[in-house]
């Protein structure tokens, strides 16, 4: 489930950090950020530093621009953006307003944990991790324009946890896998429990270049059609 490190305490017994920063997809790039005043989704990403964990509400969030998670927590500080919890719908972050070549979310911070969020129909990936030491769990990547959730730049000892690729396909009908820890990664990234079907090229493509001596791990995963 998602994690509770922020600085702030947990509100009533609900698992619900009481000084979170919120977005939802009807939220106001003025507005302060509370469950009763949400933000947009890049709003709340800029007011987020070290320690601060972000919830996302529930619902369709039309994206046209790359959403950059630049900043990184530490390892006692995590920055955690969590599908708020007592929501029934997950977040939906739709790129399908995109420009071709544009990615989803790129992720290249630090001591993030993102979670229980669906990310559909990016210009490129639907999530870039060029960051280290993050965890992405219990996501889904679809429909991207290229491999749903890449690994690159040198990334090392991320984890991905239970999380699907699927259906992501480039224009060109040659090149979008489900998972990609591939060309310039770095060592140390875990793959557990996910699942990639029905994409173009691989469900998982590890081919290296511009690095070598690399390791990444595998661990109860599927590769389907």
Not at 124 to 153: H, P, R, W
């Amino acid at each position: 489930t998602g994690g509770t490190s922020g600085t702030g305490g947990t509100a009533g017994g609900t698992g619900v950090v009481s000084d979170a920063i919120y977005a939802a997809p009807n939220g106001s790039e003025s507005a302060a950020g509370t469950l009763e005043n949400p933000i947009t989704l890049a709003g709340a990403v800029a007011k987020a530093s070290a320690g601060d964990t972000i919830y996302l509400r529930g619902g369709k969030y039309a994206l046209t621009t790359t959403i950059g998670l630049s900043k990184s927590g530490t390892s006692d500080a995590r920055i955690d953006m969590l599908a708020y919890p007592l929501d029934a719908q997950r977040p939906l972050l739709d790129f399908s307003g995109q420009a071709t070549g544009s990615r989803g979310l790129s992720l290249s911070g630090s001591y993030w944990h993102v979670y229980g969020i669906d990310t559909f129909a990016s210009g490129d990936n639907c999530m870039y991790v060029s960051g280290s030491n993050n965890l992405i769990e219990f996501m889904t990547f679809a429909e991207c324009e290229d491999s749903g959730l890449q690994i690159g730049k040198g990334a090392t000892n991320n984890t991905i946890l239970n999380c699907d690729s699927y259906f992501n396909a480039d224009a060109s009908l040659e090149n979008a896998d489900g998972f990609a820890a591939k060309l310039d990664v770095g060592s140390g990234n875990k793959f557990v429990g996910c699942r990639a079907w029905n994409n173009l090229d691989d469900g998982w493509d590890g081919y290296l270049r511009g690095a070598d001596n690399v390791s990444t791990t595998y661990e109860n995963c599927w590769a389907i059609d």
